[in-house]
C-alpha cells in the first residue's frame, strides 16, 4: 500500500501592478504587492512590497520589503527592509530594521527585540551595580 505524501509549500501570492483591492488580506504564504492594498494585510510569511506597490492601512507580517509607498502601521516579527526608492509614513514596530540610502521613513520605530518581553522600559543595571558593591 502506498503512503502519499504531501508536503505543503507556502503559497506566494501577487496583487498585480494596476490592481486596486479594498478590504483585508490575510495569508499564510508570502505575498507581493505591486498594485494598490487599501486595507490591512495580516501575512506569516513575507511581504514584498513593489516599486509601483501602495499600502494604505496596516501590515503585520514575518518579514516585509519596502521598494514602494506606505502609509500606516506596521508590525513585522522579523526584519524590516526598507529599499532606495522606498517612502514610509507611520509607525513601526520591529525586531530588526534596515534602511538603505535614499529610502524615507516618517514615524515612531519600536525595537521590541531588544527589549525583554516581560517589560518594554529601558532596562536599569545600575540598581544591581549598586547592590553588588
Known sequence: MA???????PSINLLGPGTMLKGEIQSDGDF????????SIRCTGKVVIGVTGKVEGEIHCGDLDISGKVDGKV????LLSLKSTA?????IIV???SIEPGA?????????G?????????RDDSAKAEKAV
Open 75 to 78: 508590525s513585522v516579527s522579523e
Open 32 to 39: 507581493r504587492i505591486d498594485g494598490t492594498l487599501s486595507g
Open 3 to 9: 503512503k502519499n505524501i504531501t508536503s505543503e509549500t
Open 104 to 112: 524615507v521613513f516618517s514615524g515612531k520605530c519600536a525595537m521590541e
Open 87 to 91: 517612502r514610509l509614513k507611520g509607525d
Open 95 to 97: 525586531s530588526k530594521l
Open 114 to 122: 531588544s527589549m525583554p518581553k516581560e517589560s518594554k522600559e529601558p
